[in-house]
């Protein structure tokens, strides 16, 4: 460490730039969640599956800590009349034994969604951090090498397997109930990670700005964690996102085909299982079918939307343009202006 | 910049780089032998305190692998790097990262070397950050004298890089090599992304900082005016071997090398009126693959003779000419022979384009 004389001392910076360096400072942290917001709302689509995914989760939330305020108990009998179509005090209609449907499918949303994030973020943390270690460990005759050949091989192995019928497989192995299928979907789910999190590491790391990280005496472990990982963040998370929506489908294909989920005997009500009881009713009553399946669809949809909105937004280099397009131009750089050479020495405006 | 007698900061001695071909199932079946691309083969010199050394040669020479070397980004195949007089060769861990804040690179692409993700602070206070423990506030205001120095605005620190032009990344690598202050400073083609003005504007730069600072430049390039502008000596590679240095002058003006000369007769000078050089060399590039025993530059060589095609020729002084090491068995005879004078083995080109 050196004694450093304050910057406006120094020639060549005058000292008016000082106190426009500081203010830049609060300038950018306020900037930074505007921008984001602003970037977010200029695609209609992608601000709707924000609002949707926002909404779905203060929903899922409340109602795991509440469940009295769902309109009617959770797979409660007779709450109304039996069999009808949707009503006002039944929007979803009710089943042959007076279920409310919107009720049932409510008090499922905090299961979905929690499954869905649980599952993505088991397979993101454990096959992502898989992917790292195969995809920036693999010196030649290393052994990190064969540690991440095993890696690669054994998640080849996974993934040469039809991933829905090793999930079922899975499932029946384990026996009834939410966690054996959560468990199972789990199991097929993290060897994509692997595959995705290498491919992007392996891009990354030949990059010459890891070169000049490592010049710069940066340890190894901080080079992964400050340049890899935030390079590799955005088509990640946006995988991620569409990822959990596809999860939901997975697992509620699952609960549907094994009726691991013993919808309507007891909790956890969840929307594949809702389906899969009512199936043999999709005529008489169709709205005990269409509702929970609606419920899929639109929770995939917001979380595609979502996925695609996240990808422009976590890019600085399109999030900087779409604020230029949308709001006042930032100052210029001035990294054109040879304003320091002017006059400096006697090389100013010699051509080599 | 003058005093070119100083001591010498870094000394590498016969250095190599070869980089091993993947063994093909067939290869290994019929017990061919290992093959490697030799990128560097042998490479000794000296870049002395308070100079620049440039280093040319065209693609593929070795040049930008030499300065990963220098900056120890690559791990040579053989030989020695002395640094102030100390083996730095088989440093690591962190004994390697405390050595590096001695010796910073500046890229060539001056894209790509700037992460996108981290804003201008954080890219040019790197090497401080590694190794300094200094907060963060005390970072930000050394970047912010720093960037003035380059001929930037210091009031730049929260942008992005992609919001400068390439004249302007390629000075914030330059304000992120400095920043620990270095005492050698690999420069890798750093103005060839750049178009002409702002060339010389970096270059301007680049020697007023060497002025202020005392640095040492390992300057690759292949570009001969930048070489006359900002060097003090010039080494020249060619196929991953270096064939000659000297003085910048006295190289330019009388070099010895058959290759040197060939070289530097292909630079095109800018008047309609003057003939242009008729020294060509013909033929192409040899291959860096296991190359075979013997001068690199004989197949394509006017001057070869027999003993060229079997012997390395060694790096030595030449009595003729002072400060210079040339590796030729001929240095003597072909050395003394004019440049304008050359007739090459090639096709002589058109002196003028063909009027239509």
């Not at chain 1, 939330?61 to 009503?87: E, K, N, R």
């Not at chain 1, 979803?92 to 869905?116: C, Q, Y």
């Not at chain 2, 010796?103 to 790197?126: A, H, K, M, T, Y």
């Not at chain 2, 000369?261 to 292909?266: G, I």
Request: aromatic share 8%.
């Amino acid at each position: 460490m050196e004694p450093h004389p304050p910057s406006s001392d120094r020639p060549g910076v005058p000292g008016g730039t000082r106190s426009g360096r500081m203010g830049s400072v609060a300038r950018g942290v306020g900037r930074g969640a505007a921008t984001a917001f602003r970037s977010l709302r200029t695609n209609s689509l992608s601000f709707a599956g924000f609002v949707l995914v926002v909404i779905f989760s203060v929903a899922a939330v409340v109602i795991w800590a509440d469940p009295a305020v769902l309109p009617y108990p959770a797979l409660a009998i007779f709450t109304g009349p039996l069999s009808q179509g949707p009503t006002w005090l039944h929007p979803f209609g009710t089943d042959e034994l007076g279920r409310d449907i919107f009720s049932n499918v409510l008090s499922a949303l905090p299961t979905d969604l929690g499954i869905g994030v649980s599952i993505a973020g088991a397979s993101l943390l454990f096959g992502g951090g898989l992917g790292i270690l195969a995809g920036y460990y693999d010196r030649p005759r290393s052994l990190s090498a064969v540690a991440s050949m095993t890696i690669l091989r054994l998640t080849d192995l996974f993934l040469a397997f039809p991933s829905l019928i090793l999930a079922l497989a899975i499932t029946v192995a384990l026996g009834r109930g939410v966690l054996p299928i959560v468990l199972a979907v789990f199991l097929t789910w993290w060897p994509y990670y692997v595959r995705l999190v290498r491919g992007e590491v392996l891009a990354v790391k030949n990059q010459p700005y890891i070169a000049a990280a490592r010049a710069a005496g940066v340890t190894e472990r901080r080079i992964v964690l400050r340049h890899v990982l935030r390079n590799i963040l955005e088509p990640v998370i946006v995988y991620f996102t569409l990822d959990i929506g596809t999860v939901i489908v997975t697992f509620s294909t699952v609960a549907f085909v094994t009726g691991g989920v013993p919808y309507p005997t007891s909790p956890p009500v969840e929307w594949g299982a809702m389906i899969a009881f009512y199936a043999d009713r999709v005529n008489s009553l169709p709205w005990t079918v269409i509702f929970p399946g609606l419920a899929i669809f639109v929770t995939v949809l917001a979380f595609s939307l979502l996925g695609d909105g996240l990808r422009d937004l976590l890019d600085p280099r399109s999030r900087r343009i779409t604020a230029q397009a949308g709001a006042a131009l930032p100052p210029p750089t001035g990294a054109e202006l040879p304003t320091a050479e002017a006059g400096s020495g006697p090389h100013a405006g010699v051509a080599p | 910049m003058t005093d070119a007698a100083c001591e010498p900061l870094l000394e590498t001695t016969s250095i190599a780089k070869y980089f091993p071909l993947p063994v093909s199932a067939r290869d290994w079946l019929g017990r061919t032998p290992a093959r490697s691309i030799h990128a560097v083969d042998q490479v000794s010199l000296t870049v002395r305190s308070g100079e620049t050394l440039a280093l040319i040669g065209e693609s593929g020479s070795g040049k930008t692998t030499f300065g990963w070397l220098v900056a120890r980004l690559h791990e040579p195949t053989q030989g020695t790097i002395r640094f102030r007089g100390q083996d730095v060769t088989h440093l690591s861990g962190s004994a390697l990262r405390a050595w590096r804040r001695n010796v910073q690179i500046v890229f060539q692409d001056p894209v790509g070397s700037l992460d996108p993700r981290l804003r201008v602070w954080q890219i040019v206070s790197e090497p401080i950050r590694a190794q300094l423990p200094l907060r963060r506030a005390a970072v930000r205001e050394r970047v912010a004298e720093l960037l003035p120095q380059v001929g930037l605005p210091s009031d730049c620190l929260d942008q992005y890089p992609h919001e400068f032009s390439g004249g302007g990344r390629q000075r914030l690598s330059l304000a992120r090599a400095l920043s620990i202050n270095p005492s050698l400073v690999v420069l890798d083609e750093p103005t060839s992304a750049l178009d002409v003005a702002v060339q010389a504007q970096v270059l301007n730069r680049l020697v007023g900082l060497q002025r202020e600072r005392g640095l040492s430049y390992l300057l690759i390039t292949h570009n001969v005016a930048t070489v006359r502008y900002a060097a003090d000596r010039v080494a020249v590679l060619y196929v991953g071997q270096l064939i000659e240095i000297g003085p910048v002058r006295a190289v330019l003006t009388q070099p010895v090398h058959p290759y040197t000369k060939a070289l530097l007769a292909a630079v095109p000078v800018p008047d309609p009126k003057r003939r242009r050089a008729r020294y060509r060399i013909s033929g192409e590039v040899p291959t860096l693959i296991n190359p075979k025993p013997g001068c690199r530059f004989a197949p394509r060589c006017p001057f070869v003779i027999e003993r060229c095609r079997v012997e390395d020729p060694l790096l030595r002084p030449v009595a003729e000419f002072p400060d210079r090491l040339v590796a030729c068995h001929r240095a003597e005879e072909v050395g003394s022979i004019p440049p304008e004078t050359l007739i090459g083995s090639g096709p002589a080109p058109p002196d003028r384009p063909p009027s239509n």
